[in-house]
């Protein structure tokens, strides 16, 4: 039976500057999809939040050139600005129909973002488009 579920996932941006912030971007959106085989076709709506020291470009418009993405409701917010919250943080929540459980649900926290989460049972993965930083998915 078909659900709509969603998918978390979060990053770190080495600098405020486009190139940084599309770089880490396309590594998430790209573990995101792999991770959970996400079809593009069953996304219903994606919502990005950054910290307020991201300003250089929008994620939805990095998310945007991707293939099949065009179409998508995608949507920029400014994340909640917490004393001692993670720096140049980018998080995603992801709509989507699937006919996975919710346990099977993949949600991948890359570089700095890894910590986010601790309550979660991370394992490594690490590879080559994910940058120098050990990054932990949900398995």
Same mark, same amino acid.
């Given at each position: $039976?078909?659900? !709509? @579920?969603?998918?978390r996932?979060?990053t ?9 912030? !599309?770089?880490? &971007? =396309?590594?998430?959106?790209d &573990? ?8 593009p076709?069953?996304?219903?709506? &994606? /919502?990005f939040t ?5 300003d ?7 998310? @945007?050139?991707r293939?099949?993405w ?5 949507l920029d !917010?400014q994340? $909640?600005? !917490? %004393?001692g919250?993670?720096?140049?943080c980018? @998080? &995603?929540? /992801? #709509?989507?129909?699937? %006919? =996975?459980?919710?346990?099977? /649900?993949?949600?991948? #926290?890359?570089r700095?973002? =890894?910590?986010l @989460? ?6 490594? $993965?690490?590879?080559p488009?994910?940058g120098n930083?050990?990054?932990k998915? =949900?398995?």
């Amino acid at each position: $039976m078909w659900k !709509v @579920r969603g998918i978390r996932g979060a990053t770190t941006a080495s600098a405020n500057t486009e190139e940084a912030i !599309v770089e880490v &971007v =396309k590594a998430l959106l790209d &573990v995101i999809e792999s991770s959970n085989q996400l079809d593009p076709e069953e996304i219903i709506s &994606v /919502i990005f939040t950054v910290t307020k020291d991201l300003d250089a470009i929008f994620p939805a418009k990095v998310a @945007r050139q991707r293939l099949l993405w065009k179409n998508i409701p995608l949507l920029d !917010v400014q994340q $909640m600005d !917490v %004393e001692g919250s993670l720096p140049r943080c980018i @998080r &995603v929540l /992801i #709509y989507f129909n699937t %006919e =996975k459980s919710q346990a099977d /649900i993949i949600h991948c #926290y890359l570089r700095e973002a =890894k910590n986010l @989460r601790p309550d979660w049972d991370l394992a490594e $993965m690490s590879p080559p488009f994910l940058g120098n930083n050990n990054p932990k998915i =949900k398995t």
